[in-house]
């Protein structure tokens, strides 16, 4: 069984940072690109940031693009996103997911596993 689980959020003031967690079970993590989604209330699901197998590749949204990175560590099964200069624009439910898909991938129904989510509230 597959399980993806995200931890790390909170509530953080503006301009302030935090790092999202997502390890992995159940399935050979080298072998998946991993990526980070978010949700606010009342809208889609948002592509914020992807990273390829070996880590060697990443690509970032526009909209978080010199203020998020992605990182992993194939060894612990975990990938990470690290959020500064926060806002509350930035205030969502945020998701890992998981694909096999070799292209870069910004649509959640490319993406085969999902956590459950981890809450980010930006507010002073």
């Known amino acids: 069984q597959v399980q993806l689980v995200e931890s790390g959020g909170g509530l953080v003031q503006p301009g302030g940072s935090l790092r999202l967690s997502c390890t992995a079970s159940?399935?050979?993590?080298?072998?998946?690109?991993m990526a980070w989604f978010r949700q606010a209330p009342g809208k889609e699901r948002e592509f914020a940031a992807r990273i390829s197998r070996a880590g060697t590749s990443t690509y970032v949204a526009d909209s978080v693009k010199g203020r998020f990175t992605i990182s992993r560590d194939n060894a612990k099964n975990t990938v990470y996103l690290q959020m500064n200069s926060l806002n509350p624009e930035d205030t969502a439910v945020y998701y890992c997911a998981a694909t096999q898909t070799v292209m870069v991938q910004t649509t959640p129904a490319n993406y085969n596993y999902w956590g459950q989510g981890t809450q980010v509230t930006v507010s002073s």
């Open positions: 159940g399935l050979t993590f080298r072998n998946y690109h």
